[in-house]
């Protein structure tokens, strides 16, 4: 063992290994190089002859609490799992160290408690004791917040600032902006080629791809962008979008803010925003008699395309969409003929 600490330390790395066979079978000191740090799990394994903390601690041996009450095992659910895990932070703090006083007992709750200068941290262990099992990395985040939140005297927060970034070389120039965490610089090339199941107002779509990076690399996690609002759009009408890993494109609510439209990006490849096009469907019932005609207005100007076929056409056809006069007052009259000689209702469909 030491002489692998050597190649670790020569390498200008710290060695660290489990206290297995740290002072083995009982004994008060061991030839270990006292420079390697000692990561202790247990004192007991099915009557193994582990030595307890204290001895390792007495021994001079600086220690990282890896407390097997903190390992997170998918495949055991019942003995380590996450809800297990998540009780074991609130009893046992980085600085209670396992000491199971007698036999092997997987529910001792006795410890050992060492501060000071020999401590010198703790560590959450995942095991892959089963390597088919699949593992939820949202399990794994919120583990590593759990010890955090259990141990804040140890784990304090940092607050990385957040920068805004724009794609010209003057803020005044901007088209794109994006706030995260230590940003250092944006591209953000206008992207010309046709965004599929865009439904915008005469073409009023701006697209770029848009990659944001830090000092080291392109930053790739959620972050705010803004984009600028063409001054002749309709501003209550323009929504963002993103084009996803595979292709398709998804809409991203936001907000209008001094001529900007202000969105979170869930993260970054081609996006943009539109003027939407109204494509809410809605419908009414005329009651007509056979062989008779009979209008239905609604408000609004509705192209001949949008409106659709009654409902059953075996009752009654679809005349058309005349204008006699009503457009002009910013109205639609929709017409429909019945077939046959009983008087039916008939649902027509147009699209807003």
């Not at 408690?113 to 088919?132: E, H, K, L, R, Y």
Request: proline share 3%; glycine share 8%.
């Amino acid at each position: 063992m030491n002489a692998c600490a050597d190649i670790i330390e020569n390498a200008g790395m710290t060695a660290r290994c489990f206290n297995d066979f740290v002072c083995y079978n009982r004994r008060t000191d061991c030839e270990l190089k006292k420079s390697v740090q000692v990561c202790y799990w247990s004192n007991q394994w099915n009557g193994s002859e582990y030595n307890t903390v204290d001895v390792i601690n007495d021994a001079g041996y600086k220690l990282i609490n890896t407390n097997q009450k903190w390992y997170f095992v998918p495949s055991k659910p019942n003995e380590y799992g996450k809800n297990v895990v998540l009780s074991n932070f609130i009893n046992f703090d980085v600085t209670k160290f396992q000491n199971i006083k007698s036999g092997w007992n997987s529910t001792s709750t006795t410890y050992s408690q060492i501060t000071g200068g020999n401590n010198v941290g703790a560590m959450f262990c995942i095991w892959c004791d089963t390597p088919s099992v699949a593992v939820d990395l949202s399990d794994v985040k919120e583990l590593i917040a759990a010890m955090a939140d259990a141990n804040p005297t140890y784990f304090t927060k940092v607050t990385i600032p957040n920068t805004t970034v724009g794609n010209a070389t003057t803020a005044d120039n901007d088209t794109v902006r994006v706030t995260g965490p230590n940003l250092a610089a944006l591209t953000a090339p206008e992207h010309t080629e046709e965004i599929v199941g865009i439904k915008a107002v005469d073409g009023r779509i701006k697209a770029y791809d848009v990659t944001p990076s830090t000092a080291d690399s392109n930053y790739t996690e959620k972050a705010e962008v803004r984009i600028k609002i063409p001054a002749e759009w309709d501003s209550s009408k323009v929504i963002a979008f993103i084009v996803e890993n595979d292709g398709t494109v998804k809409d991203i609510t936001g907000k209008t803010e001094d001529g900007w439209y202000v969105f979170t990006a869930p993260h970054f490849s081609v996006m943009g925003i539109y003027e939407k096009a109204a494509t809410t469907e809605v419908g009414g019932t005329i009651t007509i008699v056979g062989g008779k005609e009979e209008v239905l207005t609604v408000d609004g100007k509705v192209g001949e395309s949008k409106i659709g076929n009654p409902y059953d056409t075996q009752i009654a056809e679809k005349v058309g969409n005349a204008e006699r006069g009503q457009e002009a007052r910013g109205e639609t009259p929709i017409y429909a003929r019945q077939q046959d000689n009983n008087r039916r209702r008939c649902y027509i469909r147009w699209q807003w």
